[in-house]
Structures are given as C-alpha cells and as structure tokens.
C-alpha cells in the first residue's frame, strides 16, 4: 500500500503560499493531505476556491457555486462492527453518470472531527489513469471507443458515458465506470468503435469491467491510503481515484465537512468537454442503441 503525501502546513495563508507544491502533488499523485491544517469551514471555502482559480476547478473566485455536506457516515449501519483494516463502505467511483452534464471532478475534505483509532476509518483510494496504463494494449483500444449505458435498477434514468476519458487537468486516459451496485448492467456495452457492439464484444467488456473492479478491491500494489488525524484537509481527485472507507469508528468520532470540485459550475449546465453533445448527437438517444435492458 502506499500512502498519501502529505504537506504540513498549519495556515490557509501557508497553504496558499505552497499552492504549487499542493497542485503539483494532487496531479501527480491523485490525492493530497495537508496535515495540521486545522481550518474552519470559511477558511477551507478561502482555500478551496484560491486553489480552484489556480487549477480551474469550481469553487473558485469567479463563481458563486458552493456544494458543502457533511460526511459521518451516519447511515452506514455495521462500520464499527466492521475492522479498521476492512472495507465499510464499498468501493465506488463517484456519480460516473454526471460525465454526461459535469462530472465530480474532486472534493476539499476539512476532518473537522476525528476522535477513533488512527487505524480505523481510513480512506483507500485507486488512481483509475494509473490503473488503465497498467491495462494490456488490447484492452486499452477496446476501451478507448467504449460508450457505456448505465440504468439504476428502479429508476426512470439511463445515461451514457465513455469508459475512458482523457483528465481534465493532466490529459491523462481516466478510467470512468462505475464499479459499484446499483450500476451493475450485466451487458452495458452501448457503443464501440462507432458502431453498436457485437454480443461478443459486449461479453468481453463485462469481464473486463470485472477484471477492472478486482484490480481496485485487491491489488494492494496500486491501492492508496490515508491514516485520518483531526485537522487534515484531504483533497482527492475523484475524476480519477475510485475510493473506500475502512470500518472501526462511529459517527461521533470521525466527521469531515467536504466541498464537491466540478469542471465548471454545474449550475450553467455548459457542457463539459462538448461530451454530452457528442454523446446526444451520436449515441445519447438510448432508445435509438437497441440495447439489451
Ligand atoms: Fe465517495
């Protein structure tokens, strides 16, 4: 395993001073801490939004967009039950289906609160750009041209997305597929070199997805990890880092204020990378794809 870099710097105005050395790391790496940090809700949104004028990502200066939560985990039952070396909450990639609009690009975690065992409630996150340049050519031309349908079991929406993606930062080819329930299509090929997959093909993709998710849950020579301590402002990139939480702790001991990072601001609803006018225009219209439900 390897773990997050982490930069000590105990001042927004010290942060802001690294800034470089932050974004640098962030883009190399996938993730960055900064340790000691220790920085309330107002001077995390000053951060957030200095280093959002820096890399281009929302929040920033020039935008209003804010999207504060509040993470604790509340509702996931049986994490302290659960070892702090152990996955709680499952590995997944966050809302892959946004790409058609504007994708979650990142987030600013403010650890506001942590109060359990520095082995448990940790954060394990897999580089997915790393992961596809480790793929053997053959599977990286096929998932080149992969468009792939997503449709939530019981929900009225179905999306198209790319399975690679070029970074919106780096340019680096991303891996973007979701590896979690409820987004588990057995055949969710919708498109491949410009025409509709054979059935062979669509096989192949499903063993491939599958290939891809048991890299992200059991390779521990690629997989990332963050021991918490109160105060660390954690910034990953969720364009491509597919993430997980360790179990060991309960809701009052482990809670961090997180800001999501966009592109753009979703509010505008311009679309990021005329993605979703290419995919409307060539493949977005699902009933048009004849592909198996
Ligand atoms: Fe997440």
């Known amino acids: ?23 640098e790391t962030f883009k190399s790496f996938g993730v960055v801490a900064i340790r000691g940090a220790n ?10 939004k200095a280093l959002g004028d820096l890399t281009g990502w929302v929040p920033n200066n020039s ?12 509702r996931l039952s049986n994490k302290e039950d659960i070892a702090g070396d152990k996955v709680a909450l499952g590995w997944h990639m966050e809302h892959v289906e946004y790409d058609h609009i504007s994708p979650i690009i990142g987030g600013s975690w403010n650890m506001v609160k942590f109060t359990a065992d520095p082995e448990t409630g940790r954060t394990y996150f897999v580089n997915t750009a790393k992961l596809y340049d480790t793929l053997p050519d053959s599977d990286k031309e096929f998932l080149e041209t992969a468009y792939v ?17 070029q970074h919106w930062l780096t340019g680096e080819p991303t891996i973007r597929l ?9 055949k969710n090929l919708a498109r491949i070199y410009d025409r509709e997959p054979t059935e062979e093909e669509r096989s192949r993709f499903v063993i491939l997805r599958s290939k891809i998710i048991s890299r992200i849950h059991n390779d521990e020579n690629i997989r990332i990890v963050h021991r918490w301590n109160q105060g660390d402002l954690l ?8 993430h997980a939480a360790t179990g060991g702790f309960t809701s009052d001991q482990r809670e961090f204020i997180g800001y999501w990072l966009y592109p753009e601001d979703p509010d505008t609803h311009v ?3 005329g993605l979703a006018k290419e995919v409307s225009n060539r493949v977005a219209r699902t009933e ?5 439900k």
């Open 1 to 23: 395993m390897i773990d997050v870099p982490i930069l000590n710097f105990s001042s927004p105005e010290e942060i802001i001073s690294n800034a470089e050395e932050v974004i």
């Open 39 to 48: 920085l309330t809700v107002e001077q995390q949104v000053f951060v957030t």
């Open 63 to 74: 935008s209003n967009f804010e999207q504060q939560y509040v993470e604790n985990h509340k």
């Open 149 to 165: 349908l997503w449709s939530e079991p019981g929900e009225d929406r179905e999306f198209v997305t790319k399975a690679v993606r």
């Open 178 to 186: 979701h590896i979690a329930e409820p987004f588990t299509e057995p």
């Open 235 to 242: 910034i990953p990139d969720l364009f491509k880092g597919a």
């Open 271 to 273: 679309e990021y990378e």
């Open 288 to 292: 048009e794809l004849n592909v198996p």
